[in-house]
C-alpha cells in the first residue's frame, strides 16, 4: 500500500514539475516573439500609437480611425506627385504599394505653430471627428526635424472648383447644384454646432470642398489654421481674399469667426448657381469686383439671367423645355446666398437657419 502511495506522489510531482517547465518554454517563446515584433516595429520608422514625448524624440505617426494600418514606411517612402502648393505646405497624392492612394499634406515648419505639444490636443481634436461631409484625418506624422504631415483619403473627382469650372453639364443640373450645397451646409453645421467647442474652419472655399462618387461634397482643411502661426494664417487670408473670398471684417479684425466661414460658404453657393469665379480675371482692373455685389447688381437692375447658369433650368432631354425649376426658386436660393455674403457679420444667418432654408427650397424644387 505503501509503495503504491509513493508511486502516486511520484507520478503527481513529475507532471507538476512537466507542466511547470512547459509553461516556463512558453513564457521564453512569448518573450523572444515580443522582442522580434519590437525590432520590426523600430524597422518601421517607429511607427506606434506612442505619447507627445516619443513623437518629438522620435519622429512618429498618430493613426486615427481609417489609418490604423499605416506605417512611417508607407507615407513617406510611397511616391508621390505634387497636386498643389500654397504659402504654408504642399499636397502630394501619395501612391502606397498595396495601390491605394493617400492625400498628404506637408506643413512647412516656418509656417507651424511651436513644438508638437502645442499642436496636438488640436491634432488629436481634428482626428476625432467623423462626419459624412468632412475629409477625415486618418493619421498625423511629425518629424525630427519639425516637418508635419497630415494624412487624408485622396478623392479621384477633384475638388469643387474643378467640377464648376470643367463644364461638363453635370456642374449645371439644379439637383447636382442642390446635393452639393446641401452637403457642404450639413458638414458646416456639424463643425460650428455638433461638437463640445466649435471648430472654425477658417478657410473654406470652393477649392476646399472635394467631391466624392455621384458628387457627394466633402469639407477638407477645416481647422488647419489652428496648427499655423499667425503669419501663416495671415498670408491664407491674403491668398483666399485674392481669390475672392473676402470677408469684409478680416481687413480689420484678421480673426476667423463662425460669421466668416458663413460669408465663404454664401461665395461658393454663388459659385454654385453662376458657375462662375468669386473673381473675374477679365474684370475691368480700375473696377472692384466680386461675385456678391455681382449678384446684388443683377437682381437691383432686374437682369434675372445673370443669377444663374442658363442650363440650370432646362430640361434634360429637350433644350427648349424646362425642368420643374423655376425662377423663384433660384432666387431664393440666390437670396440665402446673398444674405450670408452680407457686409454686416450680425446679418448673417447661422448655419442652422442656412440649413433650415436650404431644406425649404428643396422641398420646393
Same mark, same amino acid.
Given at each position: ?36 515584433? *519590437?525590432?520590426? *516595429? ?109 494624412? $487624408? ?47 472654425? $474652419? ?106 444663374? $447658369? ?48 436650404? *431644406? ?6
Amino acid at each position: 500500500m505503501e509503495k503504491k502511495h509513493m508511486l502516486i506522489l511520484i507520478v503527481t510531482l513529475s507532471s507538476f514539475f512537466l507542466l511547470l517547465f512547459l509553461v516556463f518554454i512558453v513564457f521564453l517563446i512569448c518573450v523572444c516573439r515580443r522582442k522580434e515584433y *519590437e525590432r520590426d *516595429e523600430e524597422g518601421k520608422g517607429e511607427c506606434k500609437e506612442g505619447g507627445v514625448e516619443e513623437i518629438e524624440m522620435k519622429g512618429d505617426l498618430i493613426r486615427f480611425e481609417g489609418g490604423e494600418d499605416l506605417t512611417c514606411f508607407d507615407i513617406l517612402d510611397a511616391p508621390g506627385e505634387v497636386i498643389g502648393k500654397s504659402s504654408y505646405g504642399t499636397l502630394y497624392r501619395a501612391n502606397l504599394l498595396n495601390d491605394s492612394v493617400l492625400l498628404l499634406r506637408f506643413l512647412r515648419p516656418a509656417a507651424c505653430t511651436g513644438k508638437v505639444q502645442d499642436v496636438m490636443h488640436v491634432v488629436q481634436l481634428l482626428g476625432s471627428i467623423r462626419h459624412p461631409n468632412l475629409v477625415p484625418l486618418c493619421g498625423f506624422y511629425s518629424g525630427p526635424r519639425g516637418e508635419k504631415l497630415l494624412v $487624408h483619403p485622396f478623392y479621384r473627382r477633384g475638388s469643387l472648383a474643378q467640377f464648376i469650372r470643367d463644364e461638363n453639364g453635370e456642374s449645371h443640373k439644379w439637383e447636382v447644384i442642390y446635393k452639393i450645397s446641401m452637403g457642404i451646409a450639413r458638414g458646416l453645421d456639424y463643425l460650428h454646432t455638433g461638437l463640445q467647442k466649435p471648430i472654425i $474652419h477658417g478657410n473654406l472655399k470652393s477649392k476646399n470642398v472635394l467631391l466624392g462618387r455621384n458628387q457627394h461634397p466633402f469639407i477638407s482643411d477645416f481647422g488647419l489654421h489652428l496648427l499655423l502661426n499667425p503669419a501663416a494664417v495671415q498670408e491664407m487670408l491674403e491668398d483666399a481674399a485674392v481669390e475672392g473670398y473676402t470677408t469684409p471684417e478680416l481687413s480689420k479684425t484678421k480673426d476667423v469667426s463662425k460669421e466668416s466661414d458663413i460669408y465663404n460658404l454664401g461665395v461658393i453657393l454663388l459659385e454654385l448657381v453662376t458657375g462662375r469665379e468669386p473673381v473675374s480675371g477679365k474684370a475691368n482692373p480700375d473696377q472692384d469686383f466680386d461675385l456678391p455685389t455681382s449678384m446684388r447688381n443683377a437682381i437691383l437692375d432686374h437682369r434675372m439671367s445673370d443669377l444663374y $447658369h442658363p442650363d440650370v433650368v432646362m430640361s434634360e432631354d429637350d433644350n427648349a423645355g424646362l425642368s420643374p425649376v423655376n425662377e423663384g426658386v433660384i432666387l431664393e436660393f440666390v437670396q440665402l446666398a446673398l444674405a450670408c455674403c452680407s457686409p454686416s457679420p450680425s446679418l448673417r444667418p447661422d448655419i442652422k437657419q442656412i440649413c433650415k432654408k436650404l *431644406e425649404e427650397i428643396g422641398q420646393k424644387s
